[in-house]
């Protein structure tokens, strides 16, 4: 019996590893920000593993799809810091949803489990692409990095207002989706907790 929670753990987080790469692809930029900033939906299969399996399942997925798409794409610098980015926004914004949503297990607890991981997600990747992921792209493909105060207009004017938008787009579709899976994920949970 364990045995086969372990494999169908495996496989699902597979699966949604595999889905969340997929979704990986079906990106686009918003108009007024940063091209070079694009929305994709790859974050929902990500949260739905964390809310059925835990916290690891849902960063195993977020890690599984970013090394997939540094093998199959690469990247500009040559150095992984866009999937570093894009792994480390959907570390924070699984988490919080995944622990505001454990200890309140209704529509309203996983709401404030979303907003909370928007919020989380702004103003965290804010500050790390400050201090870390803005420099290492300078750095990595040789380009003269701006002034503090370039990089915080730069930061304030599209890395905040991108995650806080990307933040309630990937809200709503998890919200849609709760509704039509509510029934078949209580189930996968009573069946975790047994």
């Given at each position: 019996m364990k045995q086969s929670k372990r494999v169908?753990?495996?496989?699902?987080?597979?699966?949604?590893?595999?889905?969340?790469?997929?979704?990986?692809?079906?990106?686009f930029p918003l108009p007024l920000l940063p091209p070079f900033l694009s929305v994709d939906f790859s974050d929902v299969p990500a949260l739905l593993a964390a809310i059925i399996f835990g916290?690891?399942?849902?960063i195993t997925v977020e890690a599984i799809k970013n090394i997939l798409h540094y093998i199959v794409q690469g990247s500009m610098t040559g150095v992984p810091v866009g999937q570093l980015a894009n792994f480390t926004a959907g570390v924070l914004f699984i988490l919080p949803t995944y622990f505001i949503f454990n200890k309140i297990r209704t529509t309203k607890g996983l709401g404030l489990g979303l907003v909370a991981g928007t919020v989380s997600?702004?103003?965290?990747?804010?500050?790390l692409n400050y201090y870390i992921f803005l420099p290492a792209f300078t750095y990595f493909l040789n380009v003269p990095s701006g002034s503090s105060a370039q990089m915080i207009e730069?930061?304030?004017?599209?890395?905040?207002?991108?995650?806080?938008?990307?933040?309630?787009?990937?809200?709503?579709?998890?919200?849609?989706?709760?509704?039509?899976?509510?029934?078949?994920?209580?189930?996968?949970l009573e069946i975790k907790n047994v």
């Amino acid at each position: 019996m364990k045995q086969s929670k372990r494999v169908k753990k495996m496989v699902t987080v597979g699966m949604l590893s595999g889905i969340s790469y997929l979704l990986m692809w079906l990106s686009f930029p918003l108009p007024l920000l940063p091209p070079f900033l694009s929305v994709d939906f790859s974050d929902v299969p990500a949260l739905l593993a964390a809310i059925i399996f835990g916290p690891v399942a849902g960063i195993t997925v977020e890690a599984i799809k970013n090394i997939l798409h540094y093998i199959v794409q690469g990247s500009m610098t040559g150095v992984p810091v866009g999937q570093l980015a894009n792994f480390t926004a959907g570390v924070l914004f699984i988490l919080p949803t995944y622990f505001i949503f454990n200890k309140i297990r209704t529509t309203k607890g996983l709401g404030l489990g979303l907003v909370a991981g928007t919020v989380s997600m702004a103003l965290i990747m804010s500050v790390l692409n400050y201090y870390i992921f803005l420099p290492a792209f300078t750095y990595f493909l040789n380009v003269p990095s701006g002034s503090s105060a370039q990089m915080i207009e730069g930061i304030v004017k599209g890395i905040l207002p991108f995650n806080i938008i990307k933040g309630l787009i990937v809200t709503f579709l998890f919200l849609l989706l709760y509704k039509k899976l509510a029934i078949w994920l209580d189930r996968q949970l009573e069946i975790k907790n047994v």
